[in-house]
């Protein structure tokens, strides 16, 4: 804890200055570890991956073919370059699994209208409180280059937890 | 409850509410969507007695089974992902987020010291308990980054 009369390093949680007796009460400790990532760090930080997007007319066959081929287990729904739903294997598993034949599913019966989506400059903090409170486990970022990206919760906790 | 402690240390075995559905291998695959279905969860753990032999998951239903019309008869054990990796409950959170992210999973069975299943850690389940480690920065945020506002309102 830096000392804002004398600059002197005290030890933190200090009530007064050592070396001048400055009232240090008011002075906050910096944000240190997870804090710290947490308040500082931003969007970019996540290194969001490309977003794998559908038109919402694409057939749900289509869809889960693309989605095994690219690896994922989430897309977004893209209609004029805007993006308006979100899909994951979740809504596939409740919504077509033991439900109904994957050529009868509908897109925009299964997909997530209007999803949260964040910047790359946002801070960390705000995917965090999607994903905990939200339940959400990806979030669609807009790049500044106009281009999709996406972020997982396993990219959360791994930005998260301290380096090996 | 202490924010300051280190939750990396935590062991996974002092988390709470860790729901998990358990079943036997010889399952049929129709039984085994209801059961997901019912309790809302995204997969399932597969046991041959007491040992787990394996793990199935919505991304096992995306990849082996939407387009390949599945009898509702078959045994799960021929969908399964075999010898799934599991945790056990003396491990660490940073342990299970390390071998989450190495690995590429979000699905975790949890043992006890003696190997029986005792529920299931997912990557869901790790970044509730972390938040709740920093309520401040976290929980008390606007629900959209655009409702912070900028100057303090106000005569």
């Known amino acids: ?164 | 409850m202490s924010p300051k402690i280190d939750p990396f240390i935590e062991k996974v075995g002092n988390l709470n509410e860790i729901r998990h559905i358990a079943a036997e291998e010889s399952t049929p695959y129709g039984q085994i969507i209801e059961l997901l279905h019912q309790k809302r969860l995204p997969s399932v753990t597969l046991t041959s007695g007491d040992a787990v032999t394996g793990i199935f998951t919505e991304r096992d239903i995306l990849n082996k089974c939407l387009l390949e019309n599945i009898d509702d008869k078959t045994p799960i054990s021929e969908l399964m992902t075999r010898n799934p990796m599991t945790i056990q409950t003396s491990s660490t959170i940073g342990c299970a987020i390390e071998i989450m992210h190495d690995r590429r999973i979000r699905n975790l069975p949890l043992l006890d010291e003696s190997g029986k299943l005792v529920g299931l850690l997912t990557v869901g389940r790790l970044i509730r308990f972390l938040a709740n480690h920093h309520p401040a920065e976290v929980v008390n945020l606007p629900p959209r980054p655009s409702q912070v506002t900028e100057q303090v309102e106000g005569a």
């Not at chain 1, 081929?69 to 370059?81: A, F, R, Y």
């Not at chain 1, 790049?143 to 396993?154: D, P, V, Y």
């Open chain 1, 1 to 164: 804890m830096i000392c804002p009369d004398c600059a002197h390093v005290n030890i933190d949680g200090a009530d007064n200055c050592e070396e001048c007796n400055t009232d240090l009460s008011a002075v906050c400790a910096a944000p240190q570890g997870l804090t710290k990532k947490i308040i500082e760090g931003t969007i970019a930080d996540l290194q969001p991956r490309d977003a794998i997007t559908v038109d919402p007319r694409q057939s749900i066959p289509d869809v889960i073919k693309l989605m095994r081929e690219k690896k994922t287990g989430c897309i977004l729904v893209v209609e004029n370059g805007d993006v308006s739903g979100i899909m994951t294997e979740r809504d596939l598993l409740f919504g077509v699994a033991g439900v109904k034949d994957p050529e009868d599913a509908d897109m925009m019966a299964l997909m997530h209208p209007d999803p949260v989506c964040l910047k790359e400059d946002d801070p960390v903090s705000f995917a965090f409180h999607h994903m905990s409170v939200g339940g959400f486990r990806h979030i669609p970022i807009l790049r500044q280059s106009g281009t999709l990206g996406m972020i997982s919760a396993r990219d959360l906790l791994s930005y998260l937890s301290p380096p090996k």
